[in-house]
């Protein structure tokens, strides 16, 4: 995907973005109540398949939608889709950051605070949040600028075939189902060992699947 700017963009209405494309280099200005920013020039010649290696986008899942993205006033990355616009600046009361979300007329819809942007998949945005090893998974309708679906997760977050893969804490009370735990996960502390199932989220339908297939985790 190639995202091209209007060139010598007129202001637009407060909340949103004017921007110009000047011999390959992009300059942005972001005027939001009564707060304008000065313009700032800044490099535009990221492609997608460049976002794993960089610092400043190493949470976003492979196989979610392809953007492209700018480093803006070097404290936030701006990601740019086809249909919509991703702000994210770290936030200074805390360890997440804060997400504005825009249309692809650079309109406000949302906001998200304290949380890491993940991707979108599916006119859907993927949200993690917490600090700990147990995290906290949201996955929001962009369109209605609302949570669909949320839940706790360990590990790693994969989508397969467009779905989400993810692990989350379980209580098992019958022993049948309960998976043999690995000698070496044992040997940490047996009062640290707790159980995993497997869920597939389903963006198309909206749906999960527990599939019923557990595991041993060490949980700080």
Same mark, same amino acid.
């Given at each position: 995907m190639e995202y091209k700017f209007r060139s010598h963009a007129k202001f637009t209405k407060q909340g949103k973005w004017s921007d110009y494309d000047l011999d390959g280099q992009v300059i942005i200005e972001e005027h939001y109540e009564d707060h304008k920013l000065r313009l700032t020039?800044?490099? $535009?010649? &990221? /492609? !997608? *398949?460049?976002?794993? &290696? #960089?610092?400043? &986008?190493? &949470? %976003?899942?492979?196989? #979610?939608?392809?953007?492209?993205?700018? @480093? $803006?006033?070097?404290? #936030?990355?701006? !990601?740019?889709?086809?249909?919509?616009?991703?702000?994210? +600046?770290?936030?200074?009361?805390? @360890?997440?950051?804060?997400?504005?979300?825009?249309?692809?007329?650079?309109?406000?819809?949302?906001? =998200?605070?304290?949380?890491?942007?993940?991707?979108?998949?599916? +006119?859907c945005m993927i949200i993690d949040e917490g600090t700990g090893s147990l995290r906290d998974?949201?996955?929001?309708?962009? +369109?209605?600028?609302?949570?669909?679906? *949320?839940?706790?997760? =360990?590990?790693?977050?994969?989508?397969? @075939?467009? @779905?989400?893969?993810?692990?989350? /804490? =379980? *209580? %098992?009370?019958e022993e049948s189902k309960k998976p043999e735990c690995p000698k070496e996960l044992l040997e940490l502390g047996e009062e640290s060992i707790g159980y995993i199932e497997k869920h597939i989220y389903d963006f198309k339908k909206r749906s999960l699947n527990k599939t019923g297939q557990y595991s041993c985790q060490y949980f700080e």
């Open positions: 020039k800044i490099q $535009y010649d &990221t /492609k !997608y *398949e460049d976002l794993l &290696t #960089s610092k400043n &986008t190493s &949470t %976003l899942i492979i196989g #979610s939608d392809p953007c492209q993205y700018i @480093n $803006y006033r070097n404290d #936030s990355v701006i !990601y740019i889709y086809k249909d919509y616009k991703i702000r994210s +600046k770290p936030m200074q009361s805390s @360890n997440g950051n804060l997400i504005k979300v825009y249309d692809k007329k650079s309109q406000l819809l949302f906001r =998200v605070i304290d949380g890491f942007f993940m991707g979108i998949k599916d +006119k998974l949201k996955i929001y309708d962009i +369109k209605k600028s609302e949570i669909v679906f *949320e839940n706790s997760y =360990v590990n790693e977050l994969k989508l397969i @075939n467009g @779905n989400l893969h993810y692990s989350t /804490k =379980v *209580e %098992l009370d």
